[in-house]
Nanobody, 127 residues
Framework: QVQLVESGGGLVQAGGSLTLSCGAS????????MGWFRQAPGKEREFVAA????????DYADSVKGRFAISRDYAKNTLLLQMNSLKPEDTASYYC????????????????????WGQGTQVTVPP
């Protein structure tokens, strides 16, 4: 069973950048479709981005398209989320997730598709 651990969160001013990482133990991330989700206080967990096993297919929530980039570092067995032009509305706990099923751009947005989750890392962008 793969275990996921996020890192890289923090406090950043609006317009700034952060890179989140998701490391794994007990499994190889290249065997999974991977996703990033986020949850703000009082809100449901929402889809941010997803990437296929090969990295050849990616998908983003409209709210982050053009600002965030999901990628894999296969050598380091790590999932990345580069976040640029951060806004106060990006403030949330960010979670990585792994799905052992096939890539599908539609279902990759669904929380229920993912089998494994990390514990989250907090990103705060003050107004």
């Amino acid at each position: 069973q793969v275990q996921l651990v996020e890192s890289g969160g923090g406090l950043v001013q609006a317009g700034g950048s952060l890179t989140l990482s998701c490391g794994a133990s007990g499994g190889t991330l290249s065997r999974y479709v991977m996703g990033w989700f986020r949850q703000a206080p009082g809100k449901e967990r929402e889809f941010v981005a997803a990437i296929s096993r090969s990295g050849g297919s990616v998908d983003y929530a409209d709210s982050v398209k053009g600002r965030f980039a999901i990628s894999r570092d296969y050598a380091k067995n790590t999932l990345l989320l580069q976040m640029n032009s951060l806004k106060p509305e990006d403030t949330a706990s960010y979670y990585c997730a792994a799905d052992s099923g096939p890539w599908d751009a539609n279902s990759a947005k669904l929380r229920t598709k993912y089998d494994y989750w990390g514990q989250g890392t907090q990103v705060t962008v003050p107004p």
